[in-house]
């Protein structure tokens, strides 16, 4: 009789940790918005009904889904391609941006500007096939670790987001990325970290060529020219131009993003606009306005103005890692 | 007890006709091709076997799901726009190419030749936001007519190529468009005619650009600018660009799909390359190495080398049209 009594009170919790999608999330108003807002587009009865081949999601990468400091996970990327095709290009030992990489002098890789950040991009992510550079990811990805973390780059996910991400899609939504990163940067890895698959990531991209080779084996050939920028503005012409519908639901953290917001947020009907706000300076980063990574300015104030979800990292995330 | 020797007698035919996946294919080599290898990489023990999210199916548009005589159907499109647009624009009574479509002069037209064709297609595709175009597309699809069928041009589609895709997506294969055709042109009715949703279309397209309106809200403006032609080598790079991965099914119907088919053939692991040869003059259309339209030359060569499937649409098809 005991025993069936302590079921019968234990019984309505566990049910209720069951069905709570979003574990990680602290109760609160963002967490709130998105339960709320997924209740209404998937209630057939109810006016702000979407029908599941409408339900696209689109999320950027760097500071939404996965950390972003001390640097772009992707720049670390470059410059240890730099120290190791080093060997290679004796030139670079007296030419910047690459002297400043082998160096160690991030002073003067700083001054090298936007300039010498596409140089060493093209340096590190073109001259070679599709599949030799995928290649080096998913070698890069296998051993480097984050110098604050000692882990992997893709444990530096965010626990909340992949809740998040998985809660859409148990609703049939599908959940792209678009990010102002490099498109074969991510893909190598999206699908096992992210469950997104290759096909539903979008990004800045690379010419690539093709070429029969003299064995008549074709290969795609990576050339020393970026053919999209997928930041800003871009990001909504990309998401025209790669998915060819207007998200219902989009997740940004930077001015970079603001775009992508405002496109879905002008649709008709049900809409869903969130921005994750980097406020823990203990278990992950604070930066917002003056930051020259992530910077989330305009977008903050328009969020703000217009009632977007602002996600308060600190305050509305029990665990940032899926590791803690 | 005749009824039921009747019942026994008819039953196990009448489950091989709900069984077979393709009724409007004729037994043959093409059929037999498609079906043995849809059974090979579904057979989880066997060693062709391909994991469900690799099963990636690209199939040209234009000569290839629906017809392109006497004249590609966006070009039709483009004549109509001319005409329907001419009133704003006196200068074309005397401006080639617009003269020898206002006057109905086909020789005029051709000798426009390509640019002629840029020309119109720049005239009737840009210079408006995607949602005028969009409704611009749903419009004249609505109304027009095919010349030798008095039928929506989305009823020209090939019934048996209409049961390859349902065949191929009841097993998992993701099924994709990878047209010459420019994306927004077949993005508003591929979900309806082939079950093909927008974002697994693929075509050329203009460049667009993001505006932000006087009244705040945004939209993606057409240029006058052609961002990228997927064709030849192009479906090549346009599949690993939006895609991600290589196919392991391609079907094509001319020299435009070559690269496409050497590029999936070209992947590890079973593969599917298959070619629609128009041989039908009576139901449909017979051409190939001399057409201007969807020419048959090169493709066809290699395809008999490398023992690629070739339909041959005459004997292969019990049926073309969904209407027949």
Not at 301 to 317: P, Q, S
């Amino acid at each position: 009789m005991v025993v069936c009594l302590v079921l019968l009170l234990v019984a309505p919790a566990s049910l209720w940790a069951q069905s709570d999608p979003l574990p990680s999330w602290n109760d609160g108003p963002a967490k709130q918005s998105i339960v709320s807002f997924v209740q209404k587009v998937t209630d057939r009865a109810g006016a702000g009904f979407v029908p599941p081949e409408q339900r696209i999601a689109t999320f950027d990468n760097d500071g939404t889904l996965w950390s972003e400091q001390p640097i772009y996970f992707q720049f670390a990327f470059a410059l240890a391609r730099v120290k190791t095709l080093a060997p290679k290009h004796p030139e670079w030992k007296t030419q910047q941006p690459f002297k400043a990489v082998l160096d160690g002098d991030m002073k003067a890789l700083a001054a090298s500007g936007e300039k010498g950040m596409i140089q060493l991009l093209i340096a590190t992510h073109t001259g070679m096939t599709t599949d030799e550079f995928t290649k080096t990811v998913v070698d890069w990805m296998a051993t480097a670790q984050h110098p604050r973390f000692k882990r992997p780059y893709t444990e530096l996910v965010y626990q909340p987001m992949l809740e998040l991400l998985a809660h859409l899609r148990a609703n049939d939504f599908k959940t792209y990325i678009v990010s102002g990163g490099t498109v074969e940067f991510m893909r190598p890895w999206t699908e096992r970290v992210y469950g997104i698959p290759p096909e539903q990531v979008v990004g800045t991209s690379f010419v690539t060529t093709y070429k029969l080779g003299p064995n008549g084996k074709p290969s795609l050939f990576r050339q020393p020219k970026i053919d999209f920028v997928d930041d800003g503005p871009g990001k909504p012409v990309n998401i025209q131009k790669f998915i060819g519908r207007r998200p219902v639901f989009a997740f940004g953290n930077s001015d970079g993003d603001q775009q992508m917001l405002q496109w879905t947020a002008a649709g008709e009907g049900a809409r869903f606009m969130g921005i994750v706000h980097h406020t823990d300076t203990t278990r992950e980063w604070a930066y917002d306005r003056q930051s020259h990574i992530g910077r989330l300015d305009k977008a903050l104030d328009e969020a703000k103005a217009r009632g977007w979800t602002v996600v308060d990292m600190k305050a509305d995330w029990k665990k940032i890692y899926p590791f803690e």
